[in-house]
C-alpha cells in the first residue's frame, strides 16, 4: 500500500467480493466445488443488485421531476 493511502470501506468491500470470486471460479474449474454458477457468480452479482434500485429509484425521482438528464 502506498504511503498515505487509506483504503475505504468501499474498496475493502470490493476486495473481498473479488478475492472470493476469483477463489470460487478457481475451485469450480478445478472440480472442488459442484456448484452452479450462478452461484459461482454470486459475489460479482452481489453489487449489481445493490447498484440497480438505486438507479431505478434516481430515473423515477428525475422523471418525476421533469428533468431531461439521465440520473444527474
Known sequence: M???YRMNDTNEFR???????TVF???KLTGV?????????????IPLVMVIPIIL????????????????
Not at 476486495?15 to 470470486?21: I, M, P, R
Not at 429509484?57 to 444527474?72: A, E, Q
Open 57 to 72: 429509484w434516481k430515473l423515477i425521482v428525475n422523471y418525476g421531476k421533469g428533468r431531461k438528464t439521465w440520473i444527474i
Open 25 to 27: 471460479i478457481v475451485f
Open 2 to 4: 502506498r504511503p498515505g
Open 15 to 21: 476486495t473481498v467480493l473479488e478475492s472470493v470470486l
Open 33 to 45: 466445488i459442484d456448484w452452479s454458477w450462478v452461484y459461482v457468480l454470486m459475489p460479482f452479482w
